[in-house]
């Protein structure tokens, strides 16, 4: 499936200038409107969100010394404030994937349909389909989803990313260099054929590569670097992708889909268009990131999202020049709707926000 070029070029736009985390004024979320006489959004979370833990988690926790892993906090809090949250469903495809109805109606990036061959082929390669031994293991684990602002920069964030069980960064953030503030550990790098680092040099040693598929052809392109095949042609993709990935079949994995299906339709609540991309209505990598993590981790947390209107001059990105006023409204994202969602997260505590870019002032 090609795209026609101006959409190419609007998503491109949007990937460079955007890349998921930073979002317009800080627009405060207006919940009235849905019917003064429910307790609920259009989405389903609940209107009136606070901090308090319910009764049952207090019990639960009551015992815990100060900072240990709360099992089960972030999946509980969720549901407290959003009931139809149901935790069940994997990190990544697993030979299992058929049986997981949701993402088998629908196309990439919202599910697998008409997909499946690549998948199994894939599948049957990397043959590995969790976090590894160690992390799939442990009955309680510490999430931070590494988000690319500015907004991580000077603040020496470093040592405490490092200490979360499962660190996820996004697409090609650099961790060399940068390690006072955004630490040096690398769990996972979830990224997409244009988004993914192009210099072999620039991957670290250690990490799972997954890919988070938004077109079929993203599929074929994990095809060619899982293989290790020559890529010939770049048709399709909307800038320049990476054409080898230093990384074992082993280390592969491909995101579930469903984490960007539920996370625009039900969790920020775009277009449905039928069930296929559409204007507005494909989230940001950031925003499916902790969509995932909110399913698969006891504790989330983020940094790096979000930022600041009224410094227009600071850097959009924690390691590039390039500053905020260079921000451009996208084709693909609705970047104000995936706002109210993540202020409702951290607003409710489901997520910490280390870098206090999501709410800002404004929560
Ligand atoms: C917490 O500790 C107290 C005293 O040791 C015990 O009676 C109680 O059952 C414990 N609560 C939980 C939830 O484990
Ligand atoms: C971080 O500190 C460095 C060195 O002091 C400075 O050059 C840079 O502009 C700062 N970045 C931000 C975003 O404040
Ligand atoms: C984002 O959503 C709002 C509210 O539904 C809508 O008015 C706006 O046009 C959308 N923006 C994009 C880029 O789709
Ligand atoms: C935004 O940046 C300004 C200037 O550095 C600062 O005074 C303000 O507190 C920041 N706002 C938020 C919400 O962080």
Redesign the pocket.
């Known amino acids: 499936m090609r795209m026609k070029p101006s959409r190419n070029l609007l998503l491109g736009l949007c990937s460079m200038l955007a890349l998921g985390f930073l979002y317009y004024s800080s627009g405060r979320i207006s919940l009235q409107g849905w019917g003064h006489k429910s307790l609920y959004d259009k989405q389903g979370f609940l209107l009136k969100l606070d901090g308090s833990l319910p009764l049952e988690l207090i019990y639960k926790y009551g015992n815990l010394s100060e900072g240990a892993c709360k099992p089960g906090f972030a999946a509980a809090k969720m549901t407290a404030i959003y009931p139809k949250f149901t935790k069940l469903a994997p990190m990544f495809l697993d030979s299992n994937y058929k049986r997981f109805s949701k993402i088998g109606d629908h196309s990439p990036p919202f599910g697998v349909k008409s997909q499946e061959k690549i998948i199994d082929i894939l599948l049957s390669a990397t043959k590995s389909y969790g976090l590894g031994e160690e992390l799939d293991s442990m009955s309680c684990k510490t999430c931070v989803v590494v988000g690319n602002g500015g907004i991580l920069a000077n603040k020496s964030l470093g040592h405490r990313i490092d200490q979360f069980d499962v660190v996820v960064r996004l697409n090609e953030a650099p961790v060399k260099g940068f390690e006072k503030d955004v630490g040096s550990k690398t769990t996972m790098r979830i990224t997409y054929p244009e988004g993914a680092i192009q210099k072999t040099e620039r991957y670290e040693t250690q990490s799972l590569f997954v890919l988070s598929a938004f077109k079929a052809l993203d599929l074929k392109w994990l095809r060619h670097m899982v293989f290790n095949q020559r890529l010939r042609s770049t048709d399709g993709f909307w800038k320049s992708v990476a054409r080898h990935v230093p990384r074992e079949p082993s280390d592969m994995r491909i995101l579930n889909p469903y984490f960007i299906q539920e996370a625009s339709f039900k969790l920020i609540?775009?277009?449905y268009n039928s069930g296929q991309m559409g204007?507005?209505?494909i989230p940001t990598l950031g925003a499916v990131a902790i969509t995932m993590a909110l399913h698969n981790c006891d504790e989330v947390a983020v940094a790096g999202f979000g930022y600041n209107m009224s410094t227009p001059h600071a850097p959009l990105h924690y390691y590039e020049r390039i500053r905020m006023s260079a921000i451009k409204?996208?084709?693909t994202?609705?970047?104000?709707?995936e706002k109210e969602f993540l202020v409702k997260l951290v607003k409710a505590g489901v997520i910490q926000d280390w870098t206090n870019g999501i709410c800002g002032a404004g929560c």
């Not at 994202?333 to 709707?337: D, F, G, V």
């Open positions: 609540g775009l277009p204007r507005g209505n409204e996208s084709w994202h609705n970047i104000s709707k």
